[in-house]
């Protein structure tokens, strides 16, 4: 008589599984049969279906267009509104209706290092981990606003134990253990080029994380989304786990975001290189969205406005402030849930030959939502530009552009511009190298008012 296992596999047409069960020992064919039977492999045929009908097409055909983003002039009346924004910022925080969000699924293999990306010792001066940067960071926020900042960080299946451990190994760096909580995003399955379920060299279902558009899923399945309602908490400041220029809870971006009643807002910096691997904020077809670097034509991507600067220029650095509402509405109505987009990836498996598994290296497609495609779903919105020196500097190779080399000097040039600022007479030396913990600091403008000139401006400069 056959199985569940078996109709599911016969309907979805995955029957070469039944080949790998045949040779597993029997506690593995068990893990595989339970692994498969978490997925909803209807969902699964339905995104290969789509990808199988839109891989032909070329990248985006659709019609793009800029978007204004909000700056502020030197003049009175913009520094007026900058200053309005900046205090309905600081009186929500005040009032402890925010909390923040780091999705953290990804690991430092690319870096270089086993484990977590957020575990990678960055700073210059003291190498703290880029976990520790934030914790800080938040540690000097509750100072601040005299209220407790809830922390939720988005971890994988691959790294939420080592994140977890890292954390109770550091004492939470400070933090009170039971404000900082743990998702685990979900995994999806990823398929052969023909749509049949992948199993990897451990004999297990080979799957990747959902992408950081699973994020709000996890919020709402963790249970976070309900706290939050509960605790009258009402905006969601969402940051990634490779910028260590993130100003967490920038009291002037969520002014803003409350001042248009916004859903969701993004801030971008001005990309100056046309080659840039950033995505780019604009309206896609009329909705606001993110189109990806290997989407942009060579064309769009070289495209100049009269005064010469890049048309399409809006870089996304992945910070956003989200609405609370707005993201159960995502999680919750279909209409509004977010799309798989698929990419072709390596991915090292078994096959069974002549009975016998054995390794295989092959073309395989990875699925993942998200998090900006939620833009497109939003009534209003707010983008924001900042100061690329000031709010960006991410870490995704481990050398040449955006790698870890590349952050700690963009952190010792704003730290040291501060330091110029507060001690303009100052003589530094050329090879200055600074750092600035948050607790000491977070602009330009609190380290002047901390500062106390040192007995000696010599370098290594550490400031806490
Ligand atoms: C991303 C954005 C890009 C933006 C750039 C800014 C995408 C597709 N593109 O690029 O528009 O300009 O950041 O730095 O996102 N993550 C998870 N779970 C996942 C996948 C990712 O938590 O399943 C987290 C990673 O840990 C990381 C962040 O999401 O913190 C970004 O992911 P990554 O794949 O590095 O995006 P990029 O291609 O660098």
């Given at each position: 008589?056959?199985?569940?296992?078996?109709?599911?596999?016969?309907?979805?047409?995955q029957?070469?599984?039944?080949?790998?069960?045949?040779?597993?020992?029997?506690?593995?064919?068990?893990a595989?049969?339970?692994?498969?039977?978490?997925?909803?492999?209807?969902?699964?045929?339905?995104?290969?279906?789509?990808?199988?009908?839109?891989?032909?097409?070329?990248?985006?055909?659709?019609?793009?267009?800029?978007?204004?983003?909000?700056?502020?002039?030197?003049?009175?009346a913009?520094?007026?509104?900058?200053?309005?924004?900046?205090?309905?910022?600081?009186?929500?925080?005040?009032?402890?209706?925010?909390?923040?969000?780091?999705?953290?699924?990804?690991?430092?293999?690319?870096?270089?290092?086993?484990?977590?990306?957020?575990?990678?010792?960055?700073?210059?001066?003291?190498?703290?981990?880029?976990?520790?940067?934030?914790?800080?960071?938040?540690?000097?926020?509750?100072?601040?606003?005299?209220?407790?900042?809830?922390?939720?960080?988005?971890?994988?299946?691959?790294?939420?134990?080592?994140?977890?451990?890292?954390?109770?190994?550091?004492?939470?760096?400070?933090?009170?253990?039971?404000?900082?909580?743990?998702?685990?995003?979900?995994?999806?399955?990823?398929?052969?080029?023909?749509?049949?379920?992948?199993?990897?060299?451990?004999?297990?279902?080979?799957?990747?994380?959902?992408?950081?558009?699973?994020?709000?899923?996890?919020?709402?399945?963790?249970?976070?989304?309900?706290?939050?309602?509960?605790?009258?908490?009402?905006?969601i400041?969402?940051?990634?786990?490779?910028?260590?220029?993130?100003?967490?809870?920038?009291?002037?971006?969520?002014?803003?975001?409350?001042?248009?009643?916004?859903?969701?807002?993004?801030?971008?910096?001005?990309?100056?290189?046309?080659?840039?691997?950033?995505?780019?904020?604009?309206?896609?077809?009329?909705?606001?969205?993110?189109?990806?670097?290997?989407?942009?034509?060579p064309?769009?991507?070289?495209?100049?406005?009269?005064?010469?600067?890049?048309?399409?220029?809006?870089?996304?650095?992945?910070?956003?402030?989200?609405?609370?509402?707005?993201?159960?509405?995502?999680?919750?109505?279909?209409?509004?849930?977010?799309?798989y987009?698929?990419?072709?990836?390596?991915?090292?498996?078994?096959?069974?030959?002549?009975?016998?598994?054995?390794?295989?290296?092959?073309?395989?497609?990875?699925f993942?939502?998200?998090?900006?495609d939620?833009?497109?779903?939003?009534?209003?919105?707010?983008?924001?530009?900042?100061?690329?020196?000031?709010?960006?500097?991410?870490?995704?190779?481990?050398d040449?552009?955006?790698?870890?080399?590349?952050?700690?000097?963009?952190?010792?040039?704003?730290?040291?511009?501060?330091?110029?600022?507060?001690?303009?007479a100052?003589?530094?030396?050329?090879?200055?190298?600074?750092?600035?913990?948050?607790?000491?600091?977070?602009?330009?403008?609190?380290?002047?008012?901390?500062?106390?000139?040192?007995?000696?401006?010599?370098?290594?400069?550490?400031?806490?």
């Open positions: 008589m056959a199985t569940d296992i078996d109709r599911i596999l016969s309907r979805s047409n029957t070469h599984i039944f080949q790998f069960l045949d040779c597993l020992p029997a506690t593995e064919r068990q595989l049969i339970d692994d498969i039977a978490r997925f909803d492999l209807v969902q699964l045929a339905a995104l290969h279906a789509h990808h199988q009908a839109t891989c032909q097409a070329p990248a985006h055909q659709q019609s793009l267009q800029t978007v204004e983003a909000l700056r502020f002039t030197p003049s009175p913009s520094q007026h509104e900058r200053r309005r924004m900046h205090a309905i910022g600081e009186d929500c925080l005040r009032q402890g209706r925010v909390a923040l969000f780091l999705v953290a699924g990804g690991q430092a293999t690319r870096l270089g290092l086993q484990g977590p990306k957020g575990c990678y010792p960055l700073t210059p001066v003291r190498q703290k981990s880029l976990f520790q940067l934030y914790a800080e960071g938040i540690r000097a926020l509750q100072l601040r606003y005299g209220r407790p900042l809830p922390w939720y960080i988005m971890t994988s299946e691959d790294n939420n134990a080592a994140t977890k451990s890292f954390f109770e190994h550091n004492g939470f760096f400070g933090l009170e253990p039971d404000r900082v909580r743990f998702l685990v995003q979900q995994q999806i399955p990823s398929l052969d080029i023909d749509g049949r379920l992948i199993v990897g060299r451990n004999g297990k279902l080979f799957t990747n994380p959902n992408g950081h558009g699973g994020s709000l899923q996890a919020l709402h399945d963790s249970g976070a989304l309900a706290d939050l309602a509960a605790a009258g908490i009402e905006e400041f969402y940051f990634q786990v490779d910028n260590p220029l993130a100003r967490i809870a920038d009291p002037l971006f969520i002014g803003a975001h409350l001042e248009q009643r916004a859903d969701m807002s993004t801030k971008v910096v001005s990309k100056t290189d046309p080659h840039e691997k950033v995505g780019i904020i604009g309206r896609i077809d009329g909705r606001l969205g993110c189109i990806e670097y290997s989407e942009l034509s064309a769009e991507a070289c495209q100049r406005s009269p005064d010469g600067s890049l048309r399409f220029s809006s870089a996304n650095i992945a910070i956003h402030v989200l609405n609370r509402r707005f993201v159960e509405k995502l999680v919750c109505q279909a209409a509004f849930s977010l799309p987009h698929c990419a072709l990836k390596q991915i090292e498996c078994l096959a069974v030959d002549k009975g016998r598994l054995c390794p295989l290296t092959i073309q395989g497609l990875k993942e939502m998200f998090i900006f939620a833009l497109a779903r939003d009534e209003r919105s707010v983008t924001r530009e900042v100061s690329r020196a000031e709010e960006f500097a991410p870490i995704k190779n481990r040449g552009a955006d790698s870890p080399a590349t952050a700690r000097r963009a952190m010792i040039s704003l730290h040291t511009a501060w330091l110029r600022g507060a001690a303009p100052a003589s530094l030396p050329d090879d200055l190298v600074i750092e600035v913990s948050p607790l000491y600091a977070c602009d330009a403008e609190s380290f002047q008012q901390r500062f106390v000139a040192p007995a000696q401006l010599s370098s290594p400069l550490y400031f806490e």
